[in-house]
C-alpha cells in the first residue's frame, strides 16, 4: 500500500500540480496523502494558469497550489514517486538513492510513456499533457 504519493516535474506549476490534483481527486476518501514538487520549482508560484484552467473545467480547484522544490525529506517520506519523464527518473537517482526503486514514470501502465512539458506553450500543448497525465493518474489508481 501507498500512504504517500509524490509526483515530480521540472517546474512544479504545470505538470506535477495538475497530477496531484487529479490523483487526489480521484482518491477522495481514502487515507493516501498526494503532493508534489519540482526539480528546478519555481518556488511560490501557482498552478500555471492554462494548467489551472483545463483542471477548473473537470471540477477540480487548484488555486491554492503553490510551487515547492524537491528536497530529501520529501522523497525520504514518499512510499511512490511519480515522474512526467525519463530524465527525472535520472535526476532523481542522482540526487537521491533513496529514490531508486520508489519512482516510476506517471505513464508506466502506457507503456512507459512520457508527458511532454507544456511550459510556456500554446493550449493544445496543455490538453495533450492533460489527457497523458489523466490516462496515466486513472492507471495509477488500479494500483493503489
Known amino acids: 500500500m501507498f500512504d504517500k504519493v509524490l ?6 506549476i504545470c505538470r506535477s500540480p495538475t497530477a496531484e490534483y487529479l490523483l ?7 487515507a493516501t496523502t498526494v503532493g508534489s514538487a519540482g526539480l528546478a520549482a519555481l518556488e511560490g508560484k501557482p498552478i500555471d494558469p492554462l494548467a489551472g484552467a483545463l483542471l477548473a473545467e473537470h471540477g477540480i480547484d487548484a488555486s491554492a497550489h503553490r510551487a515547492r522544490q524537491l528536497d530529501g525529506d520529501a522523497i ?53 499533457a ?15
Open 7 to 12: 509526483i515530480v516535474c521540472i517546474g512544479n
Open 24 to 30: 487526489r481527486d480521484r482518491l477522495r476518501g481514502r
Open 76 to 128: 525520504l517520506a514518499a512510499d511512490l514517486i511519480l515522474v512526467m519523464q525519463r530524465a527525472h527518473l535520472a535526476s532523481l537517482a542522482r540526487y537521491s538513492p533513496h529514490a531508486v526503486g520508489r519512482a516510476f514514470l506517471l505513464g508506466k501502465w502506457q507503456g512507459d510513456r512520457e508527458v511532454p512539458d507544456p511550459y510556456r506553450k500554446d493550449r493544445d500543448a496543455f490538453e495533450r
Open 130 to 144: 492533460y489527457r497523458l497525465i489523466e490516462a496515466g493518474v486513472a492507471a495509477w489508481q488500479q494500483h493503489l
